[in-house]
């Protein structure tokens, strides 16, 4: 079984005159543990997500991490400096992303778990029907 934050939608927005909040919008659903897709696509992912402050520094870090070999000098240090900011943007981009959602007005309501992230939305359904119905 897996663990997800589930995030609603606080703040109303609108755009053109009409809320922009639908039900099946005013739920995010955030895996606890490895971000596979943060580890091999970075800044696509963020982008992907939304996460605009995430993904301009994940941008600023890649070009600091590309200039990395001219100013510490050539070898296998760039190499394992990469690859631990790819690591660690794995294992913390599900953080990120919580973080995010927390700065765009979201907020944590509940833990659910379930066997993938459908499971876990029927069972938070479940319970807020169950809760309220």
Known sequence: ?????????????????????TPEDSYVLVKEGFCWP??????????????????????????GIAFAPNLLGSGEFPFWLCLGFLLLLGMFGNDLRQWSLGRSGHELVSIVSGTDQIDAERRLFAAMNSMYG
């Open 1 to 21: 079984m897996r663990l997800y934050a589930v995030y609603e939608r606080r703040v109303e927005t609108k755009t053109k005159g009409r809320s922009r909040n």
């Open 38 to 63: 943060a580890l091999f696509f970075g800044p696509l992912w963020a982008l992907a997500n939304r996460m605009w402050v995430i993904f301009l520094l994940l941008v600023a870090a890649s070009v």
